[in-house]
């Protein structure tokens, strides 16, 4: 029996699709991973920037430079704010914008010179510090 060229032509095109698929499906799947892991690395970023940012706020907070104090809390409250907006993980946002929340009742701590500012930042330094690695 002989195969149409019709049917070389279509066997050929369906080996050339198969071939493509197995070549393109696991970079696919890395290049979702990596993207997963960059996302994960970006979340990371953000919040150690504003670990630093909180603590230099409360260095200056400690030192009595209500002044400095306050114009660092309100950058710390400009990136939170930028940072909630940035991130697609909604429980990150939502974690951020919580903290947002308490920006006026800090800002007039800062402004008010009290010195109880300190442990309402340590406070949300512990809300913002990653988790301890298991096994610590």
């Not at 369906?14 to 996302?39: N, T």
């Not at 409360?58 to 939170?80: H, P, Q, S, W």
């Amino acid at each position: 029996m002989a195969v149409s060229r019709k049917a070389w032509l279509v066997t050929g095109l369906v080996f050339i699709a198969a071939a493509f698929l197995a070549g393109f499906v696991p970079q696919y799947l890395k290049a979702r991973e990596a993207s997963r892991e960059l996302r994960a690395a970006q979340s990371q970023l953000r919040a150690a920037g504003l670990r630093n940012e909180l603590c230099r706020t409360m260095i200056e907070t400690a030192r009595d430079d209500f002044g400095t104090a306050r114009r660092d809390l309100e950058k710390f409250f400009g990136d939170l704010a930028a940072a909630a907006k940035a991130t697609p993980d909604p429980e990150e946002k939502a974690r951020w914008e919580s903290i947002g929340a308490r920006r006026a009742v800090l800002v007039a701590k800062a402004a008010s010179l009290d010195r109880g500012l300190v442990e309402d930042l340590q406070e949300i330094y512990g809300e913002i510090a990653p988790p301890a690695p298991a096994g610590q």
